[in-house]
């Protein structure tokens, strides 16, 4: 019973490099989201997908960038890492709205920073 | 434009003692209404949700809101806080467009005192 797993929890970065943060889920859930959350911040949207193949962008997608080529995975590319993507990288899934609505599963996050 | 705001950044009570963390939301229908909590260094967990019907929600650990519509308003109760509820808490709106995002507020970080 997995739910959302993401892959790196900790990670340190260079200005410039690229890295993709990795998340999975198992709960067959058609949406899944990346979020980032600053100090002190609440959660921005960066990225969002409905379902294999289909993509959008959210508050705050500069920098990045997402693909989903299954319903399970859902990874997040940062190309030219910048000490402003410094941040918490949540992924989250839900089956979708419903008529009765569906809550939004989290993984445990992603810690990056950029040096 | 869909928002939610948190007025309270902190907020200190006395263990035992009653909490009242406040959120109000802007959206043009009813909308789906979420609080979170985050304990330090922690991934977000569900406290409870507000999709319709009964507008006194329970959760767990504990923790109710009130959805009251004339106010856009879902404030988060507790009777008696635990020094283990100390954390960051945040109250979310679901958007019901195709999309269905989460939009979060800021967060207001409890702090129990012994």
């Known amino acids: 019973n997995a739910g959302v797993t993401q892959t790196p929890k900790f990670r340190i970065l260079k200005i410039g490099q690229s890295m993709t943060l990795q998340c999975t889920q198992d709960?067959?859930?058609?949406?899944m989201y990346w979020y980032r959350q600053d100090p002190g911040m609440g959660l921005k949207l960066i990225y969002y997908?409905?379902?294999?193949?289909?993509?959008d962008k959210g508050e705050v997608p500069n920098g990045y960038n997402v693909s989903r080529s299954t319903t399970e995975d859902f990874p997040l590319r940062l190309e030219l890492a910048a000490p402003s993507q410094t941040s918490v990288y949540f992924c989250?899934?839900?089956?979708?709205?419903?008529?009765?609505?569906?809550?939004?599963?989290f993984g445990e996050g992603s810690w990056l920073t950029v040096v | 434009a869909q928002s939610v705001t948190q007025p309270d950044i902190h907020i200190t009570v006395s263990e035992g003692a009653s909490l009242e963390l406040r959120c109000n939301y802007s959206y043009g229908a009813t909308p789906y209404l979420f609080w979170y909590v985050q304990s330090p260094g922690q991934g977000l967990q569900l406290l409870l949700k507000y999709f319709s019907g009964d507008t006194l929600v329970q959760g767990i650990k504990g923790f109710e809101a009130e959805f009251k519509r004339s106010q856009s308003s879902f404030n988060l109760r507790k009777p008696s806080v635990h020094w283990s509820d100390a954390a960051e808490y945040f109250c979310?709106?679901?958007?019901?467009?195709?999309?269905?995002?989460?939009?979060f507020g800021s967060g207001t970080r409890l702090l129990v005192r012994p």
């Open positions: 709960m067959n859930h058609n949406y």
């Open positions: 979310a709106v679901g958007t019901m467009d195709s999309s269905y995002k989460l939009i």
């Open positions: 989250a899934s839900t089956q979708g709205r419903g008529l009765s609505g569906n809550t939004i599963y």
């Open positions: 997908s409905v379902g294999a193949g289909i993509t």
